[in-house]
């Protein structure tokens, strides 16, 4: 099963050096909380998601495509903390995710 997970860490490495080399040119620091790859299947382990997210039963919040590997853009737990939400990588579901969490 981490096999299926193991592209994530790459993706994360990537946008986390990306976020680094902006901040390094004067732009807006942000601050980036990360998950690592064996850490994503405990936390949906735990909270009862594994199974549909293999099953490719896990959609973004924002445009309903099927969450992957490859398109993990946020992760937020739920209001209660038994679940999480996705959104995708694509430019205007993590626009619509910093609308609605006013960022």
Known sequence: TSQILRPLAFMLKT?????????????KKI?????LDTQIEELLQKTKQFEDFVNGNLKCESCGSIITTQNIGVIQPTLNGTKVIFYCDRIDCIEDFKHSNNQ
């Open 15 to 27: 946008n986390i050096t990306y976020i680094n080399h902006l901040t390094m040119f004067g732009k």
């Open 31 to 35: 601050k980036v909380n990360a998950i």
